[in-house]
């Protein structure tokens, strides 16, 4: 029976192991997707790859899974960090889902002097990036970092990590990132642009690469989609 229902779980996968699923993992296959005991499922923990999974006891109050095999090995995303200021929620959860997909390995919500959005539940915004990660296969899920102020973030920016700025005033030049190697971030700024101040700041940093994302002005969700793009194609595991 192939297995299509895929669930993180945080505990060990290994031939035989025994998981024993949250009630509402369990309310979910038994309540919602009707699965009964014998059916495939799919785990992943982030540590030990995905693995398909039987059912031996299912209830909407608990279940239980029994690993058969490995189906995917561990397979850890590029060293990309997803920099973004938070917009309007439904947006903010595209912008994280997205990164997700794309094969960000880390996501940093950062507070700009334009930033709309003065709070975020890290905690939902980490739910949903599970959520991601069970419906597009990944093997692990990406630290989805509490809010945190742009200087401060940059006052102890690791020198070795490249950081690609998507600067607004250089709408219209060539969308292109060189292909290098190496740790690499993207910084997508918010609705209302970057101010002058945080701009200069971001030029006069060596490691800092002002990035063109073509001839359109792209809202900050688009903006996101756009630079992972250009950066997995050019650098990331898509080549």
Not at 33 to 57: H, Q, S, V
Not at 107 to 130: G, S
Not at 142 to 169: F, H, M, Q, S
């Amino acid at each position: 029976m192939d297995a299509k229902i895929r669930l993180y779980v945080d505990q060990p996968l290994a031939p035989g192991q025994a998981v024993r699923l949250s009630p509402d993992q369990a309310h979910y296959l038994t309540g919602v997707m009707r699965l009964t005991a014998g059916a495939a499922i799919l785990l992943f923990n982030g540590r030990d790859g995905e693995w398909r999974a039987t059912l031996a006891d299912a209830s909407k109050r608990g279940a239980v899974a029994l690993c058969d095999m490995q189906t995917r090995p561990l397979r850890l995303p590029p060293d990309l960090w997803l920099l973004f200021a938070p917009i309007k929620k439904a947006r903010t959860d595209f912008i994280v889902e997205k990164a997700v997909e794309l094969g960000a390995a880390r996501i940093l919500p950062v507070q700009t002097r334009h930033t709309n959005a003065d709070r975020i539940r890290q905690d939902r915004l980490q739910a949903h990036a599970l959520e991601a990660a069970e419906q597009c296969g990944a093997t692990c899920v990406p630290e989805v970092a509490e809010l945190i102020a742009l200087d401060k973030l940059l006052a102890k920016w690791p020198e070795d990590r490249r950081l690609y700025w998507c600067d607004e005033t250089a709408l219209g030049q060539p969308a292109t990132i060189t292909p290098t190697q190496g740790p690499a971030a993207i910084l997508i700024g918010p609705e209302g642009g970057f101010s002058a101040d945080e701009a200069a700041k971001l030029r006069a940093r060596s490691n800092v690469t002002p990035l063109s994302l073509g001839p359109r002005i792209l809202r900050a969700d688009t903006a996101a989609v756009a630079a992972l793009t250009l950066w997995q194609a050019a650098c990331g595991d898509w080549r």
